[in-house]
């Protein structure tokens, strides 16, 4: 392999790589872009720290309205003043920081899904349990040796052959639903992404160390060991930052990222996933987490309009703008019809404000499910109720879907997968529920 | 007991295994494929240390004077460095670390918690002052760096690393940042050979945990569960005795008679997580408010306690017990409970023998956690059953081990560092430490930024990304590419021990030989007495990137000097100018080695 070329390495139209790691990337981009035009993907937002959904989509009428009042005497969202909730159809609306994704609500391309969680005996209060549970896709299971979007990626036909960048975890490490799925590329920062910066003499515009540095790289991880696929793909991640030229993007316009705030980390995420998603390399699935919703203290007061004094309501507004510029991003791009997004959290928190204003934890929770190809502008599934009688424990908003439900659909109607029992080992779907259009509908819950 | 219980209610994160399920057995199979089985000596100065260090103690030749065989030296070396020497505050003294860290730029290392308190805390953020608030986590992130490059007492720095993760803590937390370096010294560092009930005591009563999980504005009647849950979750009995959030107290099965804790409740549900939580209503520390006085010390508010009976894992306190009393039943209920043993002990197996370590080492460790759980030095004495376990395949000693952990950034970083007589002490307020830090960052592996409660990942798989890679390997070939001073002296001496150690004959600095040198250097040892490292890929590998032409597609004859070598290549290996800039070739030769799945491994 000591004689492969550095355009072999780098150019030809191709990032011939093929032969230096073992990794099959000999595609050529130009034509990889027509192929992929109708490729569609999910992105999969992960709200880790179990996100208080009661406050994202509050009951604003009724019976249920009091309870959550009288609940949440502080942190409740009032239905007037500045922070009034953005009504939805019914008797629902949206957090008050939820603009972006309210738009999206009223043009039909968000769905909400009512009582997400685990069936009843497999309910976990741990972060992690849960967290892990919804990773897996095995809830009650924790020693699945893969996860569900792997396992998926896994199913034959799913990967477009010579995708370059199937999968792309936009963070500092893959989540465990792609855990068996070595080549998930890993990226945060596009930027100085690369691992000798060393100086010399420039060969086609770059310093032949860096070069030889990556030539050797792929011959050191040229195995089929798992630390050989992840030094390989950590390899080839680096050729294709530099050859596709990640670092340099331009978004559609109208789609503005947030750059400030809890946010803007989550805004230059996603920004990479439109980046990556637009460039035709066979993208099919991306997750991003978006951290800090363990609020067992000071959340907010839920007539507080300013950000900067009101924790969750930030952590949501920056939730929604990013949302929001990347729905438009695709959109601008006509590719929002490719797209879906799934959003959901570990759990829910109890109904019940603590002495601290917060909440600690509970179960069930909306989903979010926003794209082209949505049913949205919709409520799906149940709310449990907040009566005596309704509540899990007499405390938590109960689960009325399995989150495996939403998930299977979104893989079969919109990833065309077929294979739920292989995604889902063990569960036994009960059909799609509507959420994505083209599939017969049927809203309801847990039969 | 219960295995088929606990086994439902889980395994602890990531590493997707519970204790009684893992059997002896096959090891994993191997994340790489052209690795060389190292000496024992090698595998163990990678797994209870950062890494051999040429020259120090802390090498193969200093690990294989310690007896006649492995065993011997295995039991030697690991009670040396678990008797690390002391000084008269019962601190662990190292001589050039100490050094090191004696400077200003530590200062906060040397402060008691009251002086962090008045100078970070209550003078932290002086209007119109300097922002002083931050030193201590800054000298603090900083200094174990220079702990884990420098300090003799390897196993000592890997426990407290083992154990700041175990009780994590954002460091730049609201009272964490202005107090860590009590928090480091006097909660993790004291107690991480000692005994655990009174590190978790100190733990809790730390205002760093106390803010963090939200306990000091715990109270009744609608209590703040965050640290009850998480301190059973996370610190006591784990997950892995969690029975889920459906069983009630009295449902849960007791161990049986003649096991440890028999009559106890095997595991724990949700209403212990409440039940502890009202216990520890009321607990805060002196912030000012609520009538505590400022001064950061732990606080009991009457006022704010839940008086009523309680019952934890069994534990029962009536109502109105004295907070002090009812507070020991309920740590000594979750601290002494097998469960944490057990949790302890499979949390200790996965840092030091593999991501699924075998059921009997957990077993023994357990056991000797429980026995030994009021000695002062209970932890001390199970890190060493643990490592001395013999007679089950993939248990310590089982050199078949290496390979199966991946290092984390932290540890390729400082390993590499050590292994190429890297001498900068990073330290606060100082641009090419920034630099270093701001790099290494990247990786995800910042010292103490980790601010979910569970402390960085231990499991392979999460660390083997292409963000932790890149960064790790950036941040090494700054490292050794930056120099210091007007001189611009070199962090790493990479040229001075090619020129000294090798040979500073330019006929002698061919490629192969280049490589081979470098190879043994940073590793400690070759596989072939008579051809060290020629002959294997890894050493092909390395060759060829110094002999690789300007083309990047031909090759140097790799049998001659670099310094005679092709038309134009009469400099020496020290010579840095265009073409072939020979010194950044062989720095950069020096980074393949270190960005090797070879040295990747632990």
New interface residues.
Partial sequence: MGNLTRRAFLKGSALGLTALGGVQLGFRVGAARREWQDERFLVFVFLRGGMDGLNLVPPISGADREAYEQKRPTIRIPISGPTAALPLSGAFGLHFAAGGLHELYQAGRLAIVHGVGFPQNRISRSHFEAQDYIDLGTPGELHTGNGWLARHLLAAGQVPPGAAIPSLSAGASAPLSLLGRRDAMTLDDPSSFHPNANSGIRVDGQPIYKLSTMITLHQLYAGSGTLDLAGSGAARTVDLVDALDIASYTPSPGANYPTSGPGASLGNQARLIANVAKRGLGLQVATLDYGGWDTHQNQGSGDQPNLNQNAYAARVDGLSQALSALYADLAGSGMAQRMVVIVQSEFGRRVRENANRGTDHGSGNPMLVLGGRVNGGRLHGTFGGLQPGQLYQNEDVATTTDSRRVHAEVISAHLGNPGIDQVFPGYAWPGPMGVIQGDSIFSDGFD | MGAEILG?A?????G??TTA?AAPGPLP??????VVAPPFAAYVLGRLGYGQRPGTAFSIAGFNALGANDDARLEAFVDEQLDPARGGDGQVVDAESDARLAGPEFATLRKSFDQLWLDHEVNGNPSGGPNVRDHPIREGERMVFVRALYSRWQLHEQLVGFWHDHFNVYGYDRYAAPTWAAWDRDVIRRHCLGNFRQMLEASFKSPAMLYYL?NY??????????YA?EVM?LHTLG?IS?L???MQQHEVPRIPAGDDGAGLPIGYV?AD?YELARALTGWSFGNGSNGTAYDGHPAFINGWHDIGQKTVLGAFVPANTPPEEEIATFLDAIALHPGTGRYIALKLARRFISDEPPAAVIDHAASVFYAQRSAPDQIAQTVRALLLFDGVPGCFRDVGNFGNK?KRPFETVVSALRAVDFDYTIRREDSTSNSFMDRFR???HRPFDW??P?GF?DS???????????HA??TI??AL?EGTGSGQTPLAPVLAITLAEMSADPAQHTPVKLADFWLMRCFGWAPDAVNGWRGTA?H???R??MC?N??????WNPDVGIGAGPAGNLLGIDSNS????RY??L??MV??IL???QF??R
């Fill in positions: 439902v889980g395994a602890a994160r990531r997707l295994l399920i199979a191997g994340h790489a494929s052209n939200d504005i715990n109270r009744a009647p609608s209590f703040n569960e965050n849950r979750e997950a969690y889920g959030a459906a949700d997580v991946v990247r990786s995800g601010r979910p569970d990942p392979s798989d999460y660390w083997m990304s292409s963000m932790a890679f890149v390997w950036r070939d700054w590419d890894l092909a590998c390395v060829d990137f690789r300007t083309d990047t597609i031909s090759l265009s073409p072939n800039w950044n070739r720095r950069g980074d393949t960005f090797s799945p990747m491994l």
